[in-house]
């Protein structure tokens, strides 16, 4: 069977759940919202559902149930590579259950069958000021797109049925996922490298093509396999995917979705943290003008940083009380790579983590004092030769889809309603606190 068969068949499977749990046991308390939560960004509020990923505070993500590792072992590897494909991922994230090879195969093709990005993509691109942020260049292709929207066509057709609406979402969700490397990829290369570009290679997948296309070479493209599955999806609650359901509950589709997706994503609390590290470091670095980075002068930058009033970029999470998985992943990636374990800025993103976690809780006000996905993924790509880190959230941007692409296809599926929870004024507040 292939993907959207079993996609279909998992729904069907699924479907009865959920309408058994509405049915029978929809007045079940799953909790209690607090004036703390009310006013601090919901924060633990259990109100969203998803099956497709699980984040334990203690210790961090699961895809459909299985850790990193576990995640990486189950997924047939692109021959000859060391990651799997990003379509394998695509194809567990949608139902549940690794592929085979030979299914694996089957995405790879059907994604490259969807992967051409319309000119008129690329003309939007090159209308928009050169210097414009590449998050705002990605979101605008996105959007862009939307004319091409099947599940927007179905819903004007006059026979629009909830039932039948995940299979529109499915079709240009894969049709979206299949062209954002070529995006990133023309981005990249119309911005930093002299606006030459070098064109997708058909027999590559959406990684190794994704890497073909920004001009750098293997292992590269092992590592955006590995960096686009790491960044998939951290359950429902986060800006990004919070955000692309949201809007998808309104029945907008998924190109409209998850360019605001992607909006959310480009906040420094958020993805942008990622470039926000590295625009750390290198001022560190500058600042050092040359000298040894000790542990007593990060001490210092660090509670510079903190005293200024900023953020320790790259660490922290609202949900996570442990150093996230992700950033361990990439950690052992860095560690088991020849030239990479001892490359100077992999030894100082090291010795932050040594020194940061100390700080931050002497500080004594973030709750999670370790470090999240963001403090290790910029070393590598440096490390590769991708050094313009104004980039690195779009990177973040193209794995994030695979999730909450995969995310509101479900929601279609399982006929989640318009999303509209109620606010109160502060009087009220006020007043059931006086009253308590
Ligand atoms: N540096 C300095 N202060 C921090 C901090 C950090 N890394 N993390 C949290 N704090 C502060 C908060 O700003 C907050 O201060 P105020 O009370 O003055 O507002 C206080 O500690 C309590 O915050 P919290 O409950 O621990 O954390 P939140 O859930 O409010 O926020 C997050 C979570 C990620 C936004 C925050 O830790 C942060 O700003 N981290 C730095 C940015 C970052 O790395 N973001 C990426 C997260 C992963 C991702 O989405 O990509």
């Not at 576990?70 to 494909?85: D, H, N, R």
């Not at 986060?238 to 029945?251: D, K, Q, R």
């Not at 950690?331 to 020849?338: G, K, M």
């Not at 992999?346 to 470090?371: D, E, R």
Request: charged residues 25%.
């Amino acid at each position: 069977m292939g993907l959207k068969e079993t996609l279909k068949q998992k729904i069907e499977e699924h479907r009865p759940r959920t309408a058994k749990l509405m049915k029978e046991h929809g007045d079940v308390k799953i909790g209690e919202v607090t004036i703390e939560q009310a006013i601090g960004g919901a924060r633990s509020v259990k109100c969203l559902v998803t099956d497709i990923s699980y984040l334990d505070p203690e210790e961090g993500i699961r895809f459909r149930g299985k850790t990193i590792d576990e995640t990486f072992a189950c997924l047939p590897k692109v021959p000859g590579k060391g990651y799997p494909s990003v379509e394998a991922f695509w194809y567990f994230l949608l139902t549940g259950e690794a592929p085979t090879a030979q299914q694996a195969e089957e995405v790879i093709a059907d994604f490259k069958a969807r992967s051409q990005v319309p000119q008129y993509v690329i003309d939007v691109l090159r209308a928009l000021p050169r210097d414009s942020h590449p998050m705002a260049m990605f979101s605008a292709a996105i959007v862009a797109m939307q004319r091409e929207s099947k599940f927007s066509a179905y819903y004007k057709s006059g026979k629009f049925n909830k039932m039948n609406a995940w299979e529109p979402m499915y079709e240009e969700s894969t049709d979206l996922l299949a062209k954002l490397p070529a995006i990133g990829a023309y981005i990249y290369r119309m911005k930093y490298k002299g606006d030459q570009h070098i064109p997708s290679n058909p027999d590559l997948d959406f990684g190794g093509n994704f890497a073909h296309m920004m001009g750098v070479d293997a292992p590269y493209d092992d590592v955006a396999r590995m960096y686009f599955i790491l960044h998939s999806d951290h359950e429902s609650g986060n800006v990004s995917a919070h955000t692309t359901h949201l809007v998808a509950s309104a029945l907008s589709d998924a190109y409209y979705s998850l360019s605001a997706g992607i909006n959310g994503l480009a906040g420094p609390l958020h993805g942008l943290a990622n470039e926000e590290v590295l625009r750390w470091t290198q001022g560190f670095m500058e600042k050092l003008g040359g000298a040894e980075p000790t542990e007593e002068l990060i001490e210092k930058a660090l509670w510079d940083t903190l005293n200024s009033g900023q953020v320790i970029p790259g660490y922290g999470h609202a949900v996570l009380r442990k150093t996230d998985p992700r950033y361990t992943s990439q950690r052992e990636f860095c560690l088991n790579t020849e030239g990479l374990k001892d490359y100077p800025l992999f030894k100082l993103v090291s010795m932050i983590y040594k020194v940061a976690p100390g700080v931050l809780t002497k500080q004594g006000k973030a709750k999670n004092p370790w470090p999240n996905v963001d403090a290790q993924s910029g070393v590598i790509q440096w490390y590769y030769g991708v050094t313009e880190y104004d980039f690195y959230t779009v990177l973040f941007g193209i794995g994030r889809a695979i999730g909450v692409l995969a995310n509101i296809t479900w929601d279609r599926a399982l006929g989640y309603p318009i999303e509209r929870p109620k606010s109160v004024t502060t009087a009220m507040l006020e007043k059931w606190a006086a009253d308590a």
